[in-house]
């Protein structure tokens, strides 16, 4: 009996592209409002990192209010050459040629926090940020949080769960957060897990690296990479509960807000 559910992506390189365009749609789904609306559309991890990348890269000319520049309040979250956010990202990524308004090379996460940032700093207090720290999050995601102990990043740990190397390219803030409080809610279709038994009984359980119409490829939890032809399964089926555990089991509030920075830090090898 095969209960996979069809819809799930097959195929390595056709595993890539919907993840990519799923993390796209996110990110623009979550930033796609115009001027027009309100804050409480914007999400708040977005907003915490955008207002640090603001800090660090706009505040230098435009100020911490957002209005040191001649006719630019940029806090007013209305802006004159930008009306929707996709035009604002563009804007933000490709600088205000023969302007001092530089080009910037941010990721589709930086951008979505920028954005986000942007459209509600009126309302938004810089001092209630809680982001955290970056290099107190990389020591906690190998020690206290554990997560070293199922997670790769940059060829070091296991594969038995998704490589984080370049999460903080792919996801948003605020999806990185979900994914760390609600593993399960969050979980998305090419990370579920599988389990797989075989004609004699034995139950495999793993991660799906490839799949065709006729075989799959496994990594089980010995981290050993299996291939079976699916007619000799008795049974495949995708699990729709996480495996990974709440961070809040081993982490406070300000702790997950330190390994949220380090995972947003993760761009890929370079
Ligand atoms: C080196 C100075 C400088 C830096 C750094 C800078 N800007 Fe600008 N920015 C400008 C100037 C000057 C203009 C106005 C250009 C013009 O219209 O002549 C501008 C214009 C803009 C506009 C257009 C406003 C409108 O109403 O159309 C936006 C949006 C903007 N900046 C956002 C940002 C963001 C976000 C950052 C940080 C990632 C940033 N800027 C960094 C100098 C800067
Ligand atoms: C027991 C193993 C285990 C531990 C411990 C664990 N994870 Fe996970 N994690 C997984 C598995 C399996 C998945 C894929 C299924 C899912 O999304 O829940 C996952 C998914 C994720 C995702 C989503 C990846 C994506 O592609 O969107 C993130 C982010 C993440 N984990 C971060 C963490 C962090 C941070 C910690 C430590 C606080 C942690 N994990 C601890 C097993 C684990």
Redesign the pocket.
């Known amino acids: 009996m095969r209960t996979l559910n069809p819809r799930l992506p097959v195929g390595l390189t056709r595993l890539v592209w919907p993840l990519a365009t799923l993390g796209l749609l996110a990110m623009f789904g979550a930033a796609s409002a115009t001027a027009q609306d309100h804050a409480g559309q914007y999400e708040q991890a977005n907003i915490e990192f955008g207002a640090r990348l603001y800090g660090a890269n706009c505040v230098r000319c435009h100020g911490e209010g957002g209005a040191e520049v001649p006719g630019i309040d940029l806090s007013t979250g209305s802006y004159a050459r930008a009306e929707s956010d996709p035009e604002l990202m563009q804007l933000i990524r490709t600088g205000i040629p023969g302007t001092a308004m530089p080009p910037n090379d941010f990721s589709a996460s930086e951008l979505t926090g920028i954005v986000s940032y942007l459209r509600t700093m009126r309302d938004f207090d810089l001092s209630a940020v809680t982001l955290g720290d970056a290099a107190r999050g990389q020591t906690l995601?190998s020690g206290k949080?554990?997560?070293a102990?199922?997670?790769r990043v940059r060829g070091q740990g296991p594969r038995?769960?998704?490589d984080?190397t370049a999460?903080g390219a792919t996801?948003t803030a605020a999806?990185?957060k979900n994914?760390?409080l609600d593993?399960?809610g969050?979980?998305?279709a090419v990370?579920?897990?599988v389990r797989a038994v075989l004609g004699d009984g034995t139950v495999i359980n793993g991660?799906r690296l490839n799949e065709d119409t006729y075989t799959i490829q496994l990594i089980d939890e010995n981290e050993r990479l299996r291939s079976f032809d699916k007619a000799d399964l008795r049974e495949l089926a995708a699990v729709t509960t996480?495996?990974?555990?709440p961070?809040t089991d081993?982490?406070n509030e300000q702790e997950i807000g330190d390994?949220l920075a380090y995972?947003l830090t993760l761009k890929g090898m370079d």
């Open positions: 995601f949080g554990a997560c102990s199922c997670h038995t769960a998704p984080l999460i996801r999806n990185l994914a760390m593993p399960t969050s979980m998305i990370n579920r897990p991660r996480s495996p990974m555990p961070a081993a982490l390994v995972l």
